[in-house]
């Protein structure tokens, strides 16, 4: 891509710290000179309180027209109210595939050179909203009951994404996490499908195995540099992010992408914080990391890596840190130290 060209992107700063953590990030990327032309839009709460709807038409529509978004985090209610803004994007727009990279970036924690993918189903599963209760003798809730769902479709879909996506990074393995020996069918398909797939397309490009997911689990906490890139379904993708996020210290840090074929949105993978809202203390890398991502999905990789680069400098060769990382700086200062490192020349 040429980097002069414009870039229409859609921008939703989302509720809580959303606003602080955007506006942060866009001081970072306008540092970059990357050539987003942004489209501001509202949603979670933010919708609601400007037009009575968390995801409002115009926000669905303008990421039908840029097919690309940066997203802060969305409230939304526990028990009753709205449903998920962000669950309603992954089905508006297919975005089966959710990309959990974990990288250590603060160097002497429990875990030290952490540096794995998680490739999560984002469409399927136990996700599919099938449940339901039996009432027996007037309890209403004596029976719960939840259908999974994988199709052959869905199951091809997100292992070509992971091969495609290990051997594009330069990666040097994929593993194929499953319940196949319990859930027969629901998780049978998926391991038939990468295997099949694996033997037919991606043999002697890529290193490939297969693990049970509480093996896996047990794995990543004993000897978590064994993995490379994980592929795995929606729900045990939805646990093992959270537990990489772990090993490299939490959520605060931690980025996704959601990716279909029609778009794909960038986020932090924290929530609205809504504790901290408007103390100007939230800690924006996640949000950053994400925006890396977005300029690795438009080829901007040179753009992508120097931002990684200086956010690794601001927080170990200049120490600039937010309290939820042991330091003192505000989200402003650790921004404006970024944005310095970014200014100076290699
Ligand atoms: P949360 O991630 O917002 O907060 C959990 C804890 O982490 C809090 O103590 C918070 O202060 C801290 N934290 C989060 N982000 C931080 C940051 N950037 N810097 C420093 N500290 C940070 O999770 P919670 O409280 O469960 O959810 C709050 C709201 O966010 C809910 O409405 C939830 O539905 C929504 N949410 C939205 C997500 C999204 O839009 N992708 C993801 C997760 C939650």
Redesign the pocket.
Known sequence: MNPQQSIPATLIP????GPE?TEATLEVLDALGVPFVWDRQVA?MGGVTACGDPLPPACIESIRNTRLAL????????AGGYR?S?VRLREEFKLYANLRPARTLIPGGRYDNIDLVLVRENNEGLYMGYEHFIPIDGDPHAVGMATGVNTRQGCRRICRFAFDYAIGQGRRKVTVVHKANIMKALTGIFLETAREMYEAEYKGRIGYEEVIVDACAMKLVMNPWQFDVLVTTNLFGDILSDEIAGLVGG??MAP?ANIGEQAAIF??????????AGKG??????LMLAAAMMLDHVSLHDEAARLRRDIDLTLNVDKVR???LGGTAGTREFTAALVKRLMTAD
């Open positions: 989302g509720d809580g710290v953590i979670g997203k802060g985090p969305l409230e939304t209610p526990v998920s962000n959520l605060g996704g986020e932090a993978v924290h929530g609205s914080a809504p504790d901290i203390i939230a800690n924006p890398i996640a937010t309290g939820d």
